[in-house]
Structures are given as structure tokens and as C-alpha cells.
């Protein structure tokens, strides 16, 4: 029975919410890896844009509650996403054609782009903290729990239950659809497959009539739709603030970087080893052992591998490791 509690408790603190948050930097890593395999730079400008989208989710979600339209249980904001998504692709679409579109037809060194991709980041920055403001900003309604601790501590008859949040169940959800969709895009529909050919090799898909802009505007549609999910979705199980998608930019190119560069299944598995070990590293396990220790036993500290003020480290040190030891990541290959 202890051991039950051990794993109920482990369940509630590390697996379930690192699911989740595997999730989100999931759809985050793809938007990363579609513009790099289609366009060949670092897209760091990517965490401004999930927050843009998040940011238009927000404010259509506010007047939706003002109104008095909501989709009780479900939260308003999955009625609002969808404005949040095109408000995202509008935003990617003007910053290529006054910015990176220039570069383009200058052939510039992928350096150059992740450059100006940083200005554009700073631009975006100041655009949404003089929209909504540098706070943290509540939009999440609805039911706030599938099941409780406590209800599901007496279903299982354990003294620890597991909590899990509807924000979750809604962000494994639809990051499955999201990912199941994609891959059957890049898979079966011609643009899909012109993608695949631009980014293998893109001076034989002109020679076969693929038309370059074209492939752009929809690797740029297509990672807008991803960072305005990911951001939403994160900011309905956590917390929406402006700064925070700075931070999350690490975990994602960490995400990317570990999985492959360019490889949309390697930067899903690379996202959920990147956030179960944020989490597993910054989890306090004195409880845990205790379960799993003599009755009178229980460590004297925390036993917290580090401090959960410290967790984006975790994927600063996954990065580096990634880079010295295995620069290719997880699975060989730069094309999507």
C-alpha cells in the first residue's frame, strides 16, 4: 500500500503535469523545426509569437466573459483560439514579407536571419507588454478539475490521490490532434509533400515547379497555428505573463536541438525528455522515500536536486550536453 501512495504521489507531481507540459513545448519544438527545415535559421522570435497569439486569445476570451458567451465546462479561450491563431499567422506572415523576405532574396547566411529573428523578438516584445501590460493575466474559466486529490485519494482507497486539471486532459488532447494532423499534412497533401521537397533539397524543387513563396507561407501559417496553441494552452494550465515565453524558448530549442534539427518526430520526444527532466530534477522527494522507507524513516531535507526557481538550467545543461556530445540529436537529418 505504501508503495501504491509513493507512485500516486510521484503521478500527481511529476508525471501528470510533465505530460502536459511535454505537450506544450511539443507544439512549441514543431513551430521551431517547421521554420528551420523550411527556411534553414533559428526562428527566435518563435516564444514572441506564441505569446502575440496567447495575448489576442486573451483579450478576445475577456470580451467573450464580458458578453456573457462561455462553453461551460470548457474554458472560453478554446473559443477565442481560433481568432488567437489567425491574429499569430497574420503577425508571421507581415514580419517574412517586411523582413525576412528581403534577406531571402539576398541569400543571406542563416547567422544573418537568426539575427534579425532577434529583433523581430524585441519588437514583438514591446509590442504585447504595451498591449496587455508586463503583469500576469487570468483568463482561465471553466471547470478547474476533471478529478481531486481528495476524490480520487477515496476512489483508490490511498492516502495520496492524483489531481488532474481539465487545462491538461485539454492540452494532451488537442496537442495529439494538432501533431496527428500535421504529420498526415506533411505526409499525404501535395503541399505537404512540396514542403518535404523544398526543405530536402531546394534547388531541385524549383527545377520540378514548387513554387518557393508558396512553401514559405504556409511553413509560416503553420508555425504561427502551433505557437498560438502552445501558448494558449500553456497559459491555461499555468499562467500567462509576458516574460515567461522568453524563459520557455530555451526548453524548446532545447526540445529541438536534442531531438534533431529539422525532425518533427525527434522534437516531440526530444520536448517530453526535456520536461520530465525539469521536473523529475526539480521535485522534492523527501515524501516519496518516506513512502518507500521504513515506517520511522523519512530524510531530513527536501532531497530537491534543484531548486524549482532553477528549472530552465535544466534544459541550459541538456542543451550544452546535446551540443558537445551529440550535435545531431536524437535522430540524424535536417528536412522535415
Known amino acids: 500500500m505504501e508503495i501504491l501512495n509513493a507512485f500516486a504521489l510521484f503521478a500527481n507531481f511529476v508525471v501528470v503535469p510533465a505530460t502536459a507540459y511535454g505537450a506544450q513545448l511539443a507544439l512549441g519544438a514543431l513551430g521551431v523545426t517547421i521554420i528551420f527545415g523550411i527556411l534553414k535559421f533559428a526562428?527566435?522570435?518563435?516564444?514572441?509569437?506564441?505569446?502575440?497569439?496567447?495575448?489576442?486569445?486573451?483579450?478576445?476570451?475577456?470580451?467573450?466573459?464580458?458578453?456573457?458567451?462561455?462553453?461551460?465546462?470548457?474554458?472560453?479561450?478554446?473559443?477565442?483560439?481560433?481568432?488567437?491563431?489567425?491574429a499569430a499567422i497574420g503577425v508571421a506572415l507581415l514580419t517574412d514579407r517586411m523582413v525576412f523576405r528581403f534577406y531571402r532574396r539576398q541569400r543571406s547566411n542563416p547567422i544573418v536571419f537568426a539575427i534579425v529573428s532577434v529583433g523581430v523578438m524585441f519588437v514583438l516584445a514591446g509590442l504585447i507588454r504595451i498591449i496587455i501590460g508586463p503583469a500576469d493575466q487570468s483568463f482561465a474559466d471553466g471547470q478547474r478539475f476533471i478529478i481531486g486529490a481528495f476524490a480520487s485519494r477515496d476512489l483508490l482507497g490511498l492516502d495520496e490521490g492524483i489531481a488532474i486539471k481539465q487545462s491538461q486532459v485539454i492540452t494532451v488532447v488537442v496537442a495529439l490532434v494538432v501533431v496527428v494532423w500535421l504529420f498526415w499534412f506533411l505526409q499525404k497533401t501535395r503541399s505537404g509533400k512540396a514542403m518535404r521537397a523544398y526543405s530536402d533539397d531546394e534547388d531541385l524543387a524549383l527545377l520540378c515547379g514548387i513554387n518557393p513563396?508558396?512553401?514559405?507561407?504556409?511553413?509560416?501559417?503553420?508555425?504561427?497555428?502551433?505557437?498560438?496553441?502552445?501558448?494558449?494552452?500553456?497559459?491555461?494550465?499555468?499562467?500567462?505573463?509576458?516574460?515567461?515565453?522568453?524563459?520557455?524558448?530555451?526548453?524548446?530549442?532545447?526540445?529541438?536541438?536534442?531531438?534533431?534539427?529539422?525532425?518533427?518526430?525527434?522534437?516531440?520526444?526530444?520536448?517530453?525528455?526535456?520536461?520530465?527532466?525539469?521536473?523529475?530534477?526539480?521535485?522534492?522527494?523527501?515524501?516519496?522515500?518516506?513512502?518507500?522507507?521504513?515506517?520511522?524513516?523519512?530524510?531530513?531535507?527536501?532531497?530537491?536536486?534543484?531548486?524549482?526557481?532553477?528549472?530552465?538550467?535544466?534544459?541550459?545543461?541538456?542543451?550544452?550536453?546535446?551540443?558537445?556530445?551529440?550535435?545531431?540529436?536524437?535522430?540524424?537529418?535536417?528536412?522535415?
Open 43 to 86: 526562428n527566435f522570435s518563435h516564444g514572441e509569437l506564441m505569446s502575440f497569439g496567447t495575448m489576442i486569445t486573451i483579450l478576445v476570451t475577456w470580451f467573450l466573459q464580458d458578453m456573457g458567451v462561455s462553453i461551460a465546462p470548457f474554458p472560453t479561450a478554446l473559443l477565442a483560439l481560433p481568432v488567437g491563431v489567425l
Open 213 to 336: 513563396e508558396r512553401v514559405v507561407m504556409i511553413a509560416w501559417i503553420i508555425a504561427a497555428s502551433l505557437a498560438a496553441i502552445a501558448g494558449t494552452l500553456y497559459g491555461l494550465d499555468k499562467t500567462y505573463k509576458p516574460f515567461i515565453f522568453l524563459q520557455i524558448l530555451l526548453p524548446i530549442f532545447a526540445a529541438t536541438i536534442l531531438g534533431g534539427i529539422g525532425q518533427p518526430v525527434g522534437a516531440i520526444l526530444g520536448a517530453f525528455i526535456v520536461a520530465f527532466s525539469e521536473v523529475m530534477v526539480t521535485y522534492a522527494y523527501k515524501k516519496f522515500l518516506a513512502y518507500l522507507g521504513p515506517a520511522d524513516w523519512a530524510p531530513d531535507g527536501l532531497v530537491q536536486l534543484l531548486s524549482t526557481d532553477y528549472k530552465f538550467a535544466v534544459s541550459f545543461i541538456i542543451l550544452v550536453a546535446v551540443l558537445l556530445i551529440r550535435p545531431t540529436g536524437i535522430i540524424r537529418g535536417k528536412v522535415i
